[in-house]
Nanobody
Framework: QVQLVESGGGLVQAGGSLRLSCAAS????????MGWHSQAPGKQRELIAV???????SYADSAKGRFTISRDNAKNTVYLQMNSLLPEDTAVYYC???????????WGQGTQVTVSS
């Protein structure tokens, strides 16, 4: 089992910044990816950004140029730096850990991000 603990959400004005953190613990695999997904009310959960254990990143179009995903493998922690936030970024943000050898996904409890206009 893998446990994920997220932090860093909150309320911010449009144009502001937030940094989300997600710490993983438990039965971790050296070959994995970690990412952030968002889910706005009434919408499906969608991928925002993902980073492999080798540091390869991928972003949703909505996040490119504004968000940066990074990780500290020594701390088993992934970060999402969100800049130039927009009201449409308002959502619950979920951390995801995927063990690449098994394909199994683990999810955090979610952290609320609210961007006011």
């Amino acid at each position: 089992q893998v446990q994920l603990v997220e932090s860093g959400g909150g309320l911010v004005q449009a144009g502001g910044s937030l940094r989300l953190s997600c710490a993983a613990s438990g039965s971790l695999s050296g070959f994995n990816s970690m990412g952030w997904h968002s889910q706005a009310p009434g919408k499906q959960r969608e991928l925002i950004a993902v980073i492999s254990s080798a540091g390869i990143t991928s972003y949703a179009d909505s996040a490119k140029g504004r968000f940066t995903i990074s990780r500290d493998n020594a701390k088993n922690t992934v970060y999402l730096q969100m800049n130039s936030l927009l009201p449409e970024d308002t959502a619950v943000y979920y951390c995801n850990y995927r063990a690449m050898l098994t394909g199994r996904d683990y999810w955090g409890q979610g952290t609320q991000v609210t961007v006011s206009s």
